[in-house]
């Protein structure tokens, strides 16, 4: 416990600590004091009696040692200076090697920051295309949608024949801008050696081969079509299965067909 | 109040931790002496008390990097070095019954008194004055017991079984004396 304040007991022990008159358990007791407790004021009142009982010691007549102490003392302590020193040059050493190792870890720390922000740019390059390639695909899109819901659009629904009679297609063709957007649905996928041929039937003359393709395993598919500058009204369009490849004129059964 | 001689001293203290042996040469020179009459007053034979000198020294060597001037003066730091390992030391002789110091004391004082010689009028000339002039104020009664337990290493106790004391009046007596000593010397020490 620390003293808040210095009191005749206090003093009375700093006292007796001090003369070295304190008897062995109490002098342990009050060294636990002094160092644990960390009381100032206590220690300080024995700093100040020590001082003062030290008072016995300047009061004898001087006496001189034998030489040799002196020289046994320095010899000592020459060989301890000197292993001293020793260690402090490999601590030295030590330190050097700490220094090398600092430095090779901020080398490598360096490096790796080097790749990450060179894997960091092929990223934000990468991803940059590719905003660029989606703001592409967007564009085009709403190209794509002001084209197919302009007032120049027409829009043409195919019915399912014969053994599909479930599927359906949706056509918008653009007149003025001679393009034409296909939709189908439900319309089963054809196996490798076969495909949907989409077809335009001309008010005159021979259909026109317009497509190929398949649908995919929910009977859907889509296609965005030129349409030949050359080809006159048209009064029909149609889908029929043919060989894998397309045939010039159409062979198979329709399976969609749409009156214009 | 550190004077000039606790600079010094503490510069040789904070040199003797950076091992420069020439700060501990110069550190021997001056203080071998007090040590030396303090060590022997207590262990009683000249032997002894240089190897115990020489273990003094050689502690404030090993110890300097840890001396805080804020916990004492050099000086006062060096005499509790050397009261503490003579007090061992003596403790350490009576615990051996083949030699008694007080068998040997008349020999040593014979060889004391041949090497015995004025204090160094240089070092702590006015310490010296002053300690003379409050030791000489101190009543007997309260000195002797001082000196018992400083030199003998006796504690209250003691003294007041082998002076035929209350213990109580052998305790107001140290404390007195210390008190005294405090205050006359304050300014000194």
């Known amino acids: ?260 | 109040m550190m004077n000039d001689e606790d600079r010094e001293n503490i510069v040789l203290i904070q040199r003797m931790a950076s091992r420069d042996t020439k700060a501990l040469d110069a550190f021997y020179d001056r203080y071998n002496r007090l040590v030396f009459s303090l060590v022997l007053k207590i262990i009683r034979t000249r032997e002894d008390a240089e190897d115990i000198v020489v273990d003094v020294f050689w502690q404030v060597w090993q110890q300097s990097f840890r001396y805080d001037a804020s916990r004492g003066k050099p000086l006062a730091w060096l005499l509790t070095i050397a009261r503490t390992r003579a007090i061992d030391g003596l403790r350490s002789i009576r615990r051996q019954p083949s030699q008694s110091p007080a068998a040997s004391e008349p020999e040593d004082r014979q060889m004391n008194s041949l090497h015995e010689m004025p204090a160094d009028p240089g070092v702590l000339a006015d310490t010296r004055q002053a300690v003379r002039k409050a030791l000489n104020e101190l009543p007997d009664q309260q000195r002797i017991p001082l000196e018992m337990a400083y030199f003998e290493g006796m504690t209250h106790t003691e003294i007041a079984e082998v002076l035929n004391q209350p213990l109580g009046t052998m305790k107001d007596r140290i404390r007195n004396g210390m008190l005294h000593l405090k205050q006359q010397l304050k300014a000194y020490l």
Not at chain 1, 132 to 142: H, T, V, Y
Not at chain 1, 163 to 180: I, Q
Not at chain 1, 208 to 235: E, Q, R, W, Y
Request: aromatic content about 6%.
């Open chain 1, 1 to 260: 416990m620390k003293h808040l304040e210095l009191t005749g007991e206090l003093q009375e022990s700093a006292s007796f600590y001090a003369a070295g008159a304190m008897p062995e358990d109490e002098r342990r007791r009050y060294e636990r004091h002094l160092s644990e407790d960390g009381c100032d004021i206590c220690r300080s009142e024995v700093l100040a009696f020590q001082s003062a009982i030290h008072s016995l010691a300047l009061n004898l007549p001087e006496q001189n040692p034998a030489p040799v102490a002196k020289m046994r003392l320095m010899a000592q302590a020459e060989l301890s200076a000197s292993r001293s020193g020793l260690e402090s040059r490999r601590q030295r050493r030590g330190t050097e090697w700490l220094a090398w190792l600092i430095s090779a870890a901020s080398t490598a720390a360096l490096i790796a920051i080097v790749v990450v922000n060179s894997n960091l740019r092929q990223s934000v390059n990468s991803l940059t295309s590719r905003v660029a390639e989606l703001e592409s695909q967007m564009l085009g899109q709403r190209t794509t949608l002001a084209l197919f819901t302009s007032p120049q659009v027409r829009v043409i629904d195919l019915a399912g024949q014969g053994t599909t009679p479930g599927a359906a297609a949706r056509v918008f063709w653009n007149v003025r801008e001679k393009r034409l957007l296909f939709y189908v649905s439900d319309l089963p996928p054809v196996s490798n050696d076969r495909t949907y041929q989409l077809w335009f039937v001309p008010k005159n003359g021979q259909p026109v081969s317009a497509s190929v393709f398949n649908t995919s395993s929910d009977g859907s598919a889509m296609a965005d079509i030129p349409v030949p500058a050359n080809l006159g009204d048209l009064k029909a369009t149609a889908v029929t299965t043919e060989p894998a490849g397309g045939v010039p004129q159409p062979t198979g059964s329709f399976v969609l067909l749409g009156s214009i």
